[in-house]
């Protein structure tokens, strides 16, 4: 079979080392031939393809992004190549396509699947908010990035007195913050499932300064927001110092602490070094079960389906199942730290 391959929305690390799993066991067990499509579906819908070899896929276990570019793709395109789908399969020469991505590839391959495109998806995201599989590779190496990063950030913060506040990824969900939070001992963690209470934030810094503890370090998701009203600062707005605030809610928090506190607070936005990089062990090893099990579908005829982590076991589940709702943190999971304010 010629089978398509494509990898679309914001990069992960662990999607090469699914591309390198889908060319061992296509070409080496069923003889099939691997057309890579650059960019995700814009080079489906421009027809920039190339193909890749066992040789091309030497040494991509351990590299991070994507050997076949990634890119977002506006909804009207989408829409015009879901009406054309078919043609589009037959000009670039696919029998099946193996689409990697988030939560918006995940729709669209239902679109292509629904409109007659033989399609298998793989789950990807840093941000773990894909439903129906128990984790998303990417996930992990995230985690270790930003517990490291709240590791190093103690010292230093001990070192000055100061307040750290670091944002992690996460528009929707909190669970990088969570996880990292917690393995890294984050006297905070705030997250979007929650809406926090400066109040609580402020008074959970003074108590450890009262107790003699000379730093606090708070972990905050990017989509995490205070109540309604509670914190003086937005963006742009200018403090008694004549000092003028910016960028998101790392930034903002850091401001409105060291304005209230009047302690030393230092904004950290880790930004995209959570998804650079090479994946962890674990992360390998998810995406390369991904990539085996995307191909074993595609020669079962499973299209419609993706690729799901369930316990300890691979399963393929209608990728409907994936996008009907994004997995947020349930309270009974962000209840077990008495950090989370
Ligand atoms: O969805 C993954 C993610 O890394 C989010 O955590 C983050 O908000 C977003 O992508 C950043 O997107 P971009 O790379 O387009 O800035």
Known sequence: MRIGVLTSGGDCPGLNAV???????????????????Q??????IEGRTRPVSHDDVTGLLTLGGTILGSARVRRERIVWAVENATTLARDIGI????????????TAAKLFSDAGLPVVAVPKTIDNDIDATDVTFG?????????????????????HQRVMV?????????????T??????????????????????????????????????IAVAEGAAPMPGTMRFDHGDVDQYGHRTFGGIGNRLAHELENLLGKEARPVILGHTQRGGTPTARDR????????????????????HFTALRRTEIELLPIGAAVSRLKTVPEDRWAESEAVL
Do not use: C, N, Q, Y
């Open 285 to 304: 090893v998810l995406a390369s079960r991904f990539g085996w099990h995307a191909v074993e579908a595609v020669h079962r005829g499973a299209f419609g």
């Open 95 to 106: 029998d099946a396509l193996i689409a990697i991505g988030g939560e918006g590839t995940l």
């Open 19 to 37: 591309i390198r799993s889908v060319v061992h066991r296509g070409t080496d067990v069923h003889g099939d031939e691997i057309v890579g499509i």
């Open 139 to 159: 996930f992990d190496t995230a985690v270790h990035v930003a517990t490291e990063a709240i590791d190093r950030l103690k010292t230093t913060a001990e070192s």
């Open 166 to 178: 670091v944002e992690l990824m996460g528009r929707h969900t909190g669970w990088i913050t969570l």
């Open 180 to 217: 990292a939070g917690m393995a890294g001992g984050a006297h905070g963690i705030l997250i979007p499932e929650k809406p926090f209470d400066i109040e609580a934030v402020a008074r959970m810094v003074e108590d450890r300064f009262d107790r003699g503890k000379k730093f606090a370090i």
């Open 39 to 44: 960019d995700g579906f814009l080079g489906l």
